[in-house]
């Protein structure tokens, strides 16, 4: 079964977008963060995340 990582809202808690832990580079959940923050007009302080 494969394990996610998902980034949420924390203003709204809404499921923003989610990505494999199998495969993730270092960085890559601080980069993910950094461009779902500009996409949805955030802060990247704003998005959270969880390991499902």
Known sequence: M???????NKNTDEELSRITIEGTFPDEIQSTKELLALDQGLKTTDIYTLTK
């Open 2 to 8: 494969k394990e996610w990582i998902i980034f949420y």
